[in-house]
């Protein structure tokens, strides 16, 4: 694992020319771009889109490299070829990694500050193109150093069959988690041998759910700068509640995720919490048991309060004067809204860009699937997936554990929260 201090006194690379504000992707000579992704999957997005950008920009070639398997191994990778002088011209970053990337790589003048080439477009492009919180995504230390490409909050799925026998308006899901809760309540007592919420944070594959809670009703995991634990507060408090109560009051169990998944499609569990990326596997396990409805994540706190979103950025690490001209004008289009209604069609996920969501892009597309409109809805409530840094993985099984054992009884909410701080505490230092 390279740390921050060992990229910072490495060799130096050549400082980057300044950004250069650009309309057009550059000159007649052929420009090729070196560009990388994670997750070999999204090659059947990534390439299309290559295609279409090459369509209209036909002096601009772009070559992929071999594809990283995940965000992780992606992001070790880029901090290795800081070293070396061998960083892409674009990659695609994943948000939680994004805050420690931008850091190590400005501190050595390689990479792109965007906000220069955003301003350059015209006073009305951001506002036209992305809301706030979206654009903030790419965002560190209040310098634009990624661009929105992939992104994807949590929804709620649910059985409309199991929410009507509860006496509850299909056509109308709560927005509140006491809402949620009661509704769980009488779909367990409509149906003893269902579920009638699963939040199943005791066994989801990141702490992506567990973040929701906390984000949802105004709080945030991390301090600004990243160094300090920020969620022992109200918030915090009221998440964990919310956690044993999904076991307490809606007769959650504590099973594994994909048993979740599983049991819900064969109508075994009312409502259920997972990423808009799994709509067409969830679709898919139900097949035609009951008709599949989906809702955005009920928020607690109308202003402060928000959904972590997952997903990646595009970053501009280009070094000469052309190929940075040309970058931009790639991912302006890999951002823009032909690209993301190629994305979001193949995906489930939310489009990052606002104009996306017109009739001549994903209008159609969303009327036939209404279930992926959900995820669209919540593009005004996006905040960033917080990163925990180099001992993410292990904070996240310490925190499993201890969410696991308050949704369990063994632990009061209270007690909980406060092991919860404590070993995020201890982990990040021990980094």
């Not at 308006?169 to 009638?196: C, E, T, Y």
Request: with cysteine; proline share 6%; glycine share 10%.
């Amino acid at each position: 694992m390279l740390t921050r201090k060992q990229l910072l006194t490495g060799t130096g690379a050549a400082a980057l020319a300044a950004a250069m504000p650009t309309r057009r992707a550059a000159a007649q000579a052929q420009v090729t771009l070196d560009v990388v992704h994670a997750y070999p999957s999204f090659a059947r997005f990534f390439a299309p889109i290559a295609e279409e950008f090459t369509k209209v920009n036909p002096n601009i070639r772009i070559a992929f490299r071999q594809i990283i398997p995940n965000y992780d191994e992606l992001h070790q990778s880029l901090l290795r070829g800081a070293l070396t002088n061998q960083l892409p011209d674009v990659t695609f970053s994943g948000f939680n990694r994004l805050p420690e990337l931008a850091r190590t790589l400005a501190a050595r003048n390689q990479i792109v500050d965007l906000g220069p080439l955003i301003a350059a477009e015209g006073a009305n492009w951001a506002a036209e193109n992305f809301s706030p919180r979206m654009l903030a995504l790419g965002k560190v230390d209040d310098r634009q150093f990624g661009m929105p490409f992939n992104a994807s909050s949590p929804i709620a799925y649910y059985n409309p069959e199991l929410v009507a026998r509860a006496g509850g308006n299909p056509d109308a899901f709560p927005d509140s988690w006491d809402g949620v809760i009661a509704l769980g309540a009488r779909i367990k007592q409509a149906a003893p041998n269902a579920m009638g919420v699963s939040y199943y944070i005791n066994s989801f594959d990141s702490d992506w759910l567990w973040q929701a809670l906390v984000q949802q009703g105004g709080g945030r995991m991390l301090s600004p700068d990243g160094k300090t634990v920020a969620f022992g507060d109200a918030a915090g408090l009221a998440a964990v509640r919310l956690a044993r109560r999904f076991v307490t009051e809606c007769g959650m169990e504590l099973i594994g995720a994909d048993q979740n998944r599983q049991q819900f499609a064969t109508g075994g569990i009312g409502i259920i919490f997972d990423s808009p990326a799994r709509l067409s596997v969830i679709t898919g396990l139900v097949g035609g048991r009951f008709p599949l409805r989906t809702a955005p994540f009920p928020i607690t706190d109308k202003q402060k309060g928000g959904v972590p979103t997952g997903g990646n950025a595009a970053v501009i690490l280009a070094r000469d004067e052309a190929k940075r001209r040309a970058a931009w004008e790639y991912v302006k289009f890999s951002a823009g809204p032909l690209a993301q209604k190629i994305a979001v069609e193949m995906t489930g996920y939310l489009p990052t860009n606002r104009r996306a969501l017109g009739p001549e892009y994903l209008g159609a597309f969303y009327e036939k699937n209404p279930n992926a409109r959900s995820a669209a809805l919540q593009a005004d409530r996006s905040l960033p997936w917080e990163d925990y840094g180099a001992n993410g993985p292990r904070i996240h099984r310490a925190q499993q554990e201890i969410l696991t054992s308050i949704m369990r009884g063994d632990l009061t909410p209270e007690a909980g929260l406060a092991r919860l701080v404590e070993q995020t505490t201890a982990l990040m230092r021990a980094a």
